[in-house]
């Protein structure tokens, strides 16, 4: 493992930012780093792309550029910056200076295609945004109908001439103009304020930006620090990307001990036994479908990552049959299930395995998700929100401090899911998840949702949107979307029928494929003169199931 | 069963990304067989899970991939490849 020279702590002794107003104890989801970086200046947080960078050299890279776009942001516009970074040194700094100015970031991302990365970035109405050097190649067509005046920084580049000459509207800033680290100061952060804002699949064919506030993050960091015993000598995997909630907590989780985040390229992401050995990684976290692809490839034998003692997974239905192998591939590692969706902040239940207790508690080659986060409040009820009898299934509901602020400029949306069920004082969010406590005292189970939001490989897709995007290139009324193959996590795309003769007309396919994540964008489109309908008069899905299968 | 061959598992996969394909502006019979999906984004790593589940679940069949270098999974021609000669026919799925 390459070493690190060692380097005095900033913050020590005669740099007097810290000393001088302890204020930085009240940063909100940036104040483990900030205290890491005093006490473990010189040890590394992040490894990317080949590069090692200390906990002082990122908060001097992240400093600086919080500075300068303090300095140089001019006009209004919410108390939000973007990061358009993918997998790079730049999208760590950028993820902090946000942090670091007191905004919350937005996180773009690169593999998307640009009309949604540019309508997030509308929606959201940032006006300031760092960029790295391959997320730049889609600037100039990102810039593209954005009428607001922007500061852009670009700390993997040295002048900003030809964008400036390109765009005179907007404010281009290279490394020539960043503004010096040793001008940070700490700023106040309220624990109500927008520590990050995600955008996730929506029903009606938008994205919706889920606001978490400082509170509810700190409360998840907090409780999972502790529960693992995370130390500055572990090192993290980040399998998530930044758009990804899950990614909060490689990242946070680990700079709150002085731990080292170790970050595969998209390259590496193929072979994840390799990395993990490679990089000696302590804390694993990924989703399921991870793990499943690991076991298909044999990656999964018998101790074949001794050195693993933290394994957690989430992000969509366990398998046993995974969780076992995994055990046996990992034999020195606690393996955890955690649960929850973007709006309860990353994850707010958790389960731990064991060997002999938990085959038998899980429920249809699942395993469960356990029991919630201290202070958070689950309740399962039927559809009229009553709570149902004890053993009964029903949608889950969470209330406390993990419940995110709501859905960015949309208050109809935040009304229907953040709700006060009858005869309750709190506000309880609508997981839309359908569970299940045994009678007794054990763990939750999860059963399935009790709408269309699927799972393709661990990604979050309301199959609404997909078929609200079908509906208006098309211009076809009857249009059903299917996750298909289907798994026990989940699965692996999606698949369209419309009721028109076909074929499609042409660039009808590109068109939505344009307006949609690749892992959104349906593989094949079926035409059908009627599609099947239920007792209910609404479209059969199990019926086009069937005939997926069937096919070909 | 009739022999599966590595043309038949090309061109299934070519029909089911058909539509990424067209986005990126490329023609189905210019593609080479070192296309790779992962580099043309129209997958990431964890999509070589649906390539593997499409191709089983379309030809019915069951493929062993623990011999396969990961690296080489997300091309087309490798992918083909190692599929028609590691397929062992199964019954249908339920």
């Not at chain 1, 940036?30 to 906990?55: D, M, N, Q």
């Not at chain 1, 490689?250 to 700079?255: G, H, P, R, S, T």
């Not at chain 1, 076992?324 to 020195?332: D, E, I, K």
């Amino acid at each position: 493992m390459p070493r690190i020279e060692n380097r005095p702590a900033v913050g020590s002794k005669k740099n007097s930012i810290f000393t001088a107003q302890e204020k930085y104890g009240e940063m909100g989801l940036s104040r483990g780093f900030l205290r890491s970086v005093k006490a473990f200046g010189g040890c590394p947080a992040v490894e990317v792309s080949g590069e090692i960078l200390a906990y002082g050299e990122l908060f001097e890279r992240s400093a600086s550029l919080a500075s300068t776009m303090a300095e140089h942001q001019t006009g209004g516009g919410p108390p939000l910056t973007a990061v358009f970074a993918y997998r790079s040194a730049t999208a760590f700094a950028g993820i902090l200076a946000a942090l670091m100015r007191g905004h919350g970031y937005v996180p773009l991302n690169r593999t998307f295609p640009i009309e949604r990365t540019r309508a997030m970035l509308r929606r959201s109405g940032c006006r300031a945004m760092v960029v790295d050097a391959e997320s730049e190649k889609q600037l100039d067509q990102l810039l593209e109908g954005i009428d607001e005046r922007m500061l852009f920084v670009l700390p993997e580049r040295q002048e900003t001439l030809d964008l400036t000459a390109r765009w005179p509207g907007h404010r281009f800033i290279g490394v020539e103009e960043l503004v010096s680290h040793e001008r940070w100061r700490p700023v106040d952060v309220s624990l109500d304020s927008i520590a990050y804002l995600l955008f996730t699949s929506g029903s009606t064919g938008v994205p919706k930006g889920v606001m978490v506030g400082h509170r509810s993050v700190r409360h998840y960091i907090d409780f999972v620090t502790e529960r693992f015993s995370m130390t500055c000598e572990d090192r993290f995997s980040q399998m998530f990307d930044m758009t990804f909630d899950l990614s909060v907590s490689d990242l946070f989780v680990a700079w709150e001990r002085g731990a080292c985040v170790c970050c595969p390229s998209e390259k590496t992401l193929i072979n994840p036994g390799r990395f993990i050995n490679e990089k000696n990684i302590t804390v694993w976290f990924s989703v399921p479908s991870t793990a499943v692809f690991m076991k298909r490839l044999g990656a999964l034998k018998a101790n074949a990552y001794p050195g693993l003692r933290v394994s957690l997974f989430c992000g969509e239905a366990l398998p046993v049959e995974m969780v076992t192998a995994w055990s046996a591939a990992a034999p020195n590692s606690v393996i955890e299930n955690l649960y929850g969706p973007t709006e309860l902040t990353i994850a707010c239940t958790c389960y731990r395995w064991d060997p002999l207790r938990s085959p038998s508690e899980a429920a249809d080659g699942v395993v469960p998700i356990g029991e919630p986060f201290p202070d958070m409040g689950p309740l399962v009820v039927d559809d009229a929100l009553d709570a149902v009898a004890p053993g009964q299934a029903g949608e889950l509901l969470m209330s406390g401090p993990q419940l995110a602020l709501g859905y960015w400029n949309d208050p109809i949306l935040t009304a229907a899911a953040f709700v006060k069920p009858p005869g309750c004082d709190e506000t309880y969010y609508r997981t839309g998840d359908r569970v299940r406590r045994p009678a007794g005292k054990g763990p939750l189970l999860f059963l399935g949702r009790v709408d269309s939001q699927v799972k393709i490989l661990g990604h979050r897709v309301e199959l609404g949107e997909v078929e609200a995007v079908v509906r208006e290139e098309s211009g076809i009324d009857g249009v059903v979307a299917l996750a298909w193959p289907r798994s026990i996590s989940g699965a692996g795309g999606v698949e369209v029928f419309l009721q028109a003769e076909g074929p499609a007309q042409p660039g009808m396919k590109q068109q939505v494929a344009a307006r949609l994540p690749f892992y959104m964008v349906p593989r094949r489109y079926h035409f059908l003169r009627k599609l099947p309908v239920n007792a209910n008069g609404k479209y059969d899905r199990q019926a086009l199931i069937n005939r997926l299968e069937a096919l070909p | 069963m009739t022999q599966l061959t590595a043309k038949d598992v090309r061109s299934f996969l070519l029909e089911y990304f058909s539509s990424m394909i067209a986005m990126n502006g490329l023609d189905p019979a210019a593609i080479n067989e070192d296309f790779d999906f992962l580099r043309a984004g129209m997958i990431d790593s964890l999509g070589v899970l649906e390539m593997i589940s499409v191709v089983e679940q379309h030809f019915k069949i069951a493929v062993d991939f623990e011999r396969m270098d990961p690296s080489e999974l997300t091309l087309l021609g490798k992918f083909s490849h190692f599929v028609a000669r590691n397929a062992n026919s199964r019954e249908p799925l339920p």
